[in-house]
């Protein structure tokens, strides 16, 4: 199941309800950002659902607040000030050759999968 939202706390929330009403056997949970893996874990917690023995959760982005929260958040972690940094140059060189855009490019960039406790089953 795929739920749209805006990756805010709580949209994160809804999201998570929205998925356990509909369905009783999730095992586990990817969120587009930590912020929603963390209300995510938050609101779980509050209905009596322990991550990770009853929900695994995991996270996209490796905010600080995801390895110091209990369980720690396991992650994908994105190159984000690599993106940054190339998005500018895109944007730099096209300025500077006054260029008109000629469509999109796909750019890879390194992730690293971090594990932590609440993708753990102990």
């Given at each position: 199941?795929?739920?749209?939202?805006?990756?805010?706390?709580?949209?994160?929330?809804?999201?998570?309800?929205?998925?356990?009403?509909?369905?009783?056997?999730?095992?586990?949970?990817?969120?587009?950002?930590?912020?929603?893996?963390?209300?995510?874990?938050?609101?779980?917690?509050?209905?009596?659902?322990?991550?990770?023995?009853?929900?695994?959760?995991?996270?996209?982005?490796?905010?600080?607040?995801?390895?110091?929260?209990?369980?720690?958040?396991?992650?994908?972690?994105?190159?984000?000030?690599?993106?940054?940094?190339?998005?500018?140059?895109?944007?730099?060189?096209?300025?500077?050759?006054?260029?008109?855009?000629?469509?999109?490019?796909?750019?890879?960039?390194?992730?690293?999968?971090?594990?932590?406790?609440?993708?753990v089953r102990k």
């Open positions: 199941m795929i739920i749209n939202n805006h990756r805010r706390s709580e949209e994160g929330t809804v999201a998570i309800q929205t998925l356990l009403k509909d369905n009783n056997t999730i095992g586990a949970i990817f969120c587009a950002n930590d912020t929603t893996a963390l209300s995510s874990i938050i609101y779980l917690k509050s209905i009596g659902i322990r991550i990770p023995e009853d929900i695994l959760v995991m996270g996209f982005s490796n905010e600080p607040f995801s390895e110091v929260v209990t369980p720690s958040i396991s992650i994908v972690q994105q190159p984000g000030f690599f993106m940054g940094k190339k998005a500018a140059w895109l944007l730099i060189e096209q300025i500077a050759n006054k260029s008109q855009h000629t469509g999109f490019q796909t750019i890879e960039m390194p992730t690293d999968l971090i594990i932590r406790d609440s993708s």
